[in-house]
């Protein structure tokens, strides 16, 4: 019925249908959290401005909270946008396109290729500082940066085989596919159209996936990781690979810290490497990267 009818409006209005559209799914999604977290408690009476130390006390709840945010802020507002812009959303979003299982492997495997570079970035990125006079911001930037690791700390913290499962369900396979369906199969096709240079629009939704993560000390590695998804979508024309894509990143940076015993701090102490370890690894890992990235565009020609 609503299909399509904002097909003929400037980016500029389809722009904002987009923002209006995160807006509600969140707003829906903090509702939707509470009432769980009402219902949880037995009590209708659990004041709202505790439900954060609620969540954190019970980690399935927080879990369950993830993917509801997830889901109505990134996925159904892309779903949503795809029906108004368009009268083929699936061909819009670019999921009508199949990929040989090769595109897959070579996607996933630059991925742990891209690793040592990204360490390398994240090293200088961590090195950065704001002005003096944006000290305030940046405080606030840590504190957010600070509460990142502690939340990821809290969830990773378990040795319940459902727990971890469902961890992996939460951070690698709902996150790729929510965030893949926003900023690559909305964001970076509407981009693409109004610039009509692809470079541009990838760059430019890789930055905005990026900040939206509100981690300014990884802005520079996610920035990274968001271009070559966008990458890959340019490619392949194919919304799954970048998906999965990014659920490998995910799932193999899951599966790291798990394997220091799920303690982040032991994570970063063990494998942070210094600048020259990590420009040493960069080397190869940029050589063999852009040879994978070469087969993979041969692949997809």
């Known amino acids: 019925m609503f299909r399509g009818i904002l097909s003929q409006q400037s980016i500029g209005t389809i722009f904002i249908a987009v923002f209006l559209s995160i807006i509600v799914g969140s707003l829906s999604a903090s509702l939707l959290i509470d009432l769980i977290c ?34 109505f802020t990134f996925l159904l507002p892309a779903i949503f946008i795809a029906n108004l812009i368009s009268l083929k959303p699936s061909s819009f979003l670019n999921l009508n396109t199949t990929s040989s299982t090769s595109k897959y492997a070579l996607s996933g495997v630059c991925i742990v290729i891209l690793l040592p570079i990204i360490s390398l970035t994240a090293l200088v990125n961590e090195s950065l500082s704001l002005p003096q006079f944006l000290e305030p911001i940046e405080l606030v930037f840590q504190k957010w940066e600070t509460q990142a690791k502690e939340l990821t700390s809290i969830l990773i913290d378990t040795n319940n085989p459902v727990e971890i499962g469902y961890n992996y369900f939460v951070i690698a396979v709902a996150a790729a596919v929510t965030e893949e369906f ?36 990884g802005f520079i590695p996610r920035l990274i990781l968001g271009a070559y998804l966008g990458y890959l979508l340019y490619w392949t024309r194919s919304l799954y690979v970048p998906i999965f894509a990014h659920f490998c990143n995910n799932a193999f940076t ?42 993979l565009k041969q692949n997809s020609e």
């Not at 430019?204 to 509100?214: C, G, N, R, V, W």
């Not at 799920?262 to 050589?287: C, F």
Request: proline share 2%; charged share 10%.
């Open 254 to 295: 899951l599966t790291v810290m798990y394997g220091f015993h799920s303690n982040i701090s032991n994570l970063q102490n063990s494998s942070t490497l210094n600048i020259s370890e990590s420009i040493l690894l960069s080397i190869p890992a940029i050589i063999i990267f852009f040879w994978l990235i070469k087969s």
């Open 182 to 217: 926003l900023f690559r199969g909305i964001i970076q096709n509407l981009l693409v159209k109004r610039l009509k240079n692809h470079h541009f629009a990838i760059w430019i939704t890789a930055a905005i996936f990026s900040f939206t993560h509100f981690q300014i000390y």
């Open 38 to 71: 009402h219902i949880h408690s037995n009590t209708h009476e659990y004041p709202f401005s505790q439900i954060s130390t609620y969540l954190l006390e019970h980690t399935n709840v927080l879990r369950t909270a993830q993917l509801i945010q997830g889901t």
